[in-house]
């Protein structure tokens, strides 16, 4: 699936019952947004949200891995965006609870 295909099924399929949702191209991926704020991104076929420590430890506990990418040769940056667990995106209400859990925790950051 090309990459523009995967956020045009992220959008509309998977997030398209949530009211207020879009997506921005960025850097080789796609910035997920929550009425005008940043709440997600997609990279590589992956969806990530924003999180804080807090948050951070539900996402672990579910396997979760940490958004990385490469700066030069030698270095990786870790942000703070996880991978959204599979068995979140099975579950709307879920959902929805954690798009707007993130895009809270990006209004404060």
Do not use: C
Not at 80 to 98: G, H, K, T, V
């Amino acid at each position: 699936m090309k990459q523009g295909d995967f956020s045009e099924y992220v959008v509309h399929d998977l997030l398209g019952r949530i009211e207020g949702i879009t997506a921005r191209a960025m850097f080789g991926g796609y910035g997920l947004y929550l009425d005008g704020t940043i709440f997600g991104i997609i990279a590589d076929d992956q969806i990530y949200f924003k999180t804080d420590e807090n948050s951070q430890v539900r996402y672990e506990q579910l396997g979760s891995k940490p958004f990385t990418y490469a700066k030069g040769k030698a270095k990786s940056v870790t942000m703070s965006y996880w991978e959204l667990p599979a068995e979140i995106m099975d579950d709307p209400n879920e959902l929805r609870q954690w798009v707007i859990e993130s895009s809270a925790i990006s209004k404060i950051l």
